[in-house]
């Protein structure tokens, strides 16, 4: 009974013509209840600003859910955001937080350990579903971010960007798509394709440190998907689909057989299944030790969670 813009594809699946990661939308990470959220990444404080005024800000359909019935918990709290990692950005600052530290505490506290790139997803047709190649053209997409001009970002231009964000995900890999660039009409090839050779001046830089071709071959890929959209990982699987006459689950299960087996195929050296071994036994032994030392009630340890 949920309206939907998809299409049907076979007999059990239903798609969208020339999405590329449909997972990243209203379908899958993107909740109505941040539509309106404006999270401002101009200096470390906004942002933590923005995503603690989040957190404590009701909900009105979470409120109506409630927190707890019949003494099961239901959630968290009835605030927009009920945790800091329920906000599904493409890009995240982060830091490991210490044991009982909220992540924003930490964060705000000690600083910014490590950036979360969360905007692409697992490519079905490689074993650990990331290659050398995609880690070299995110590691020089991320130079460029950093070399490049970063003017302040304000309200308007976020929810310009997030608009732009979910035309790509449902119909990314439509020749004649256009995004909204400073209230304007782009093609996305056109823009793609410059913003491309921009990363390739950092891809050139990487290579000379690294003394190879990598980073430059790994902006060349790009370059082709932008040419053919059917070298995109959701291209892929519709063409694959299509050429082998695959509904979605006999796809998806024959790349896990394959996978499978490659794993299967590679035994893990006896200095790494020892550290495994050894690190399973020490957490366990850790929750215990946790456990036994816990000196008030869950109910008390959430009260106190969502006053911080």
Same mark, same amino acid.
């Given at each position: 009974?949920?309206?939907?813009?998809?299409?049907?594809?076979?007999?059990?699946?239903?798609?969208?013509?020339?999405?590329?990661?449909?997972?990243?939308?209203?379908?899958?990470?993107?909740?109505?209840?941040?539509?309106?959220?404006?999270?401002?990444?101009?200096?470390?404080?906004?942002?933590?600003?923005?995503?603690?005024?989040?957190?404590?800000?009701?909900?009105?359909?979470?409120?109506?859910?409630?927190?707890?019935?019949?003494?099961?918990?239901?959630?968290?709290?009835?605030?927009?955001?009920?945790?800091?990692?329920?906000?599904?950005?493409?890009?995240?600052?982060?830091?490991?937080?210490?044991?009982?530290?909220?992540?924003?505490?930490?964060?705000?506290?000690?600083?910014?350990?490590?950036?979360?790139?969360?905007?692409?997803?697992?490519?079905?047709?490689?074993?650990?579903?990331?290659?050398?190649?995609?880690?070299?053209?995110?590691?020089?997409?991320?130079?460029?971010?950093?070399?490049?001009?970063?003017?302040?970002?304000?309200?308007?231009?976020?929810?310009?960007? %997030?608009?732009?964000?979910?035309?790509?995900?449902?119909?990314?890999?439509?020749?004649?798509?256009?995004?909204?660039?400073?209230? %304007?009409?782009?093609?996305?090839?056109?823009?793609?394709?410059?913003?491309?050779?921009?990363?390739?001046?950092?891809?050139?830089?990487?290579?000379?440190?690294?003394?190879?071709?990598?980073?430059?071959?790994?902006?060349?890929?790009?370059?082709? %998907?932008?040419?053919?959209?059917?070298?995109?990982?959701?291209?892929?699987?519709?063409?694959?689909?299509?050429?082998?006459?695959?509904?979605?689950?006999?796809?998806?299960?024959?790349?896990?057989?394959?996978?499978?087996?490659?794993?299967?195929?590679?035994?893990?050296?006896?200095?790494?299944?020892?550290?495994?071994?050894?690190?399973?036994?020490?957490?366990?032994?850790?929750?215990?030790?946790?456990?036994?030392?816990?000196?008030?009630?869950?109910?008390?340890?959430?009260?106190?969670?969502?006053?911080?």
């Amino acid at each position: 009974g949920r309206e939907h813009h998809l299409q049907k594809y076979d007999e059990y699946s239903l798609y969208m013509p020339h999405a590329t990661c449909l997972r990243m939308g209203d379908l899958g990470y993107s909740s109505n209840a941040q539509q309106s959220l404006f999270v401002c990444y101009n200096e470390l404080e906004t942002y933590a600003e923005c995503l603690h005024r989040a957190i404590h800000t009701p909900y009105p359909d979470y409120e109506e859910i409630g927190q707890k019935k019949d003494g099961e918990h239901l959630q968290i709290n009835t605030s927009l955001l009920q945790l800091e990692n329920e906000f599904y950005s493409t890009i995240r600052p982060k830091r490991v937080a210490k044991p009982g530290q909220r992540p924003l505490d930490a964060l705000t506290s000690d600083g910014i350990e490590y950036v979360e790139v969360r905007a692409l997803d697992l490519n079905p047709f490689l074993p650990l579903g990331i290659d050398e190649q995609q880690i070299c053209f995110l590691d020089s997409f991320l130079l460029y971010c950093l070399l490049s001009d970063s003017p302040e970002c304000n309200e308007q231009e976020y929810f310009e960007v %997030k608009g732009n964000i979910a035309s790509v995900i449902e119909y990314g890999r439509d020749p004649d798509l256009s995004l909204s660039m400073e209230g %304007k009409q782009v093609k996305l090839r056109e823009w793609a394709d410059e913003l491309v050779r921009d990363i390739n001046h950092s891809a050139v830089l990487l290579d000379q440190v690294h003394g190879n071709n990598k980073y430059i071959d790994s902006v060349s890929a790009q370059m082709a %998907k932008i040419e053919d959209s059917d070298l995109t990982p959701s291209g892929q699987v519709l063409k694959t689909m299509r050429e082998q006459n695959l509904s979605f689950y006999h796809l998806s299960m024959e790349q896990s057989e394959k996978h499978k087996n490659y794993f299967l195929e590679k035994s893990l050296d006896d200095e790494t299944q020892n550290l495994m071994q050894e690190t399973a036994v020490q957490s366990i032994s850790k929750q215990k030790e946790i456990e036994a030392n816990e000196d008030i009630s869950f109910d008390e340890f959430l009260q106190n969670w969502n006053a911080s």
